[in-house]
């Protein structure tokens, strides 16, 4: 299915560049669109966090967006290459910005970068959690800490010992399968944006993160359609202030 893109990229859009979007490691980086043009099929973007090499192939970059199509939000993307980097884009306001044009192929077609971008927890955007386990139910912050999230995962830190005894889920082993409840927090907003159950797996352990915790990586293998939006917009709403936040102190 083909979209039409004048309808989905235009000025004011947040979107997401991602790297090397069809192998085991993509990484992700957001912006804002600035201005298009549509007959020439080029975009100006703000000037990522992750600056995009002028040399970048358009096998190795795509220019995502989430849209609502037929009463559905999904992910659209399409092949880019970076042709022009501009230091002082001149905004509305007249203020200088630092921007890139670039130039996408057609045709736009829905698109998965789940694994691309992981949000780290701050002072604004948090996830409480509390986990069912071996009969027993553990929570945030008290038992663990949710270090970042993704539209695929989470990464979990436990402590090795809780007083002098070893963490109950310092066992855990990789392919074990739980149940997790999830409450995605904005600060500015009472309440939680969203609360609901997913299935997880532990991924990865990482004895060594430090000399007192363990890093748990969780794979999300069940959630409901409807709760994967929440927090599909929940993770594209946080990157897209966090760029405006540090466009404003550079």
Do not use: W
Request: charged share 20%; net charge positive.
């Amino acid at each position: 299915m083909e979209f039409d893109v004048k309808k989905i990229f235009f000025p004011s859009v947040g979107v997401n560049l991602v790297f090397n979007m069809n192998t085991d490691c993509p990484i992700s980086t957001s912006s804002i669109i600035y201005d298009a043009d549509f007959d020439k099929q080029t975009i100006i973007i703000a000037q990522p966090n992750l600056p995009i090499p002028p040399n970048t192939k358009f096998e190795q970059l795509h220019l995502t967006t989430l849209a609502h199509i037929n009463q559905r939000r999904l992910r659209i993307g399409m092949y880019c290459r970076p042709i022009r980097v501009i230091n002082n884009y001149a905004m509305t306001d007249g203020s200088p910005a630092k921007a890139i044009e670039i130039q996408y192929r057609l045709p736009a077609i829905e698109t998965n970068i789940r694994s691309a971008f992981r949000l780290q927890m701050n002072t604004k955007y948090a996830v409480k959690a509390q986990i069912a386990y071996n009969g027993q139910k553990y929570r945030t912050p008290g038992d663990f800490k949710i270090k970042d999230i993704s539209f695929s995962g989470l990464g979990l830190v436990i402590l090795e010992k809780k007083g002098k005894r070893p963490s109950p889920l310092s066992d855990l082993k990789t392919g074990t399968k739980m149940i997790m409840g999830l409450a995605l927090v904005d600060r500015d907003q009472p309440g939680a944006i969203g609360t609901f159950p997913v299935q997880i797996q532990v991924a990865r352990i990482n004895m060594n993160y430090s000399k007192t915790d363990t890093l748990i990586g969780l794979k999300i293998i069940n959630i409901a359609r409807e709760n994967d939006e929440v927090l599909n917009q929940f993770i594209h709403t946080a990157q897209i202030e966090e760029l405006k936040r540090i466009s404003k102190q550079s």
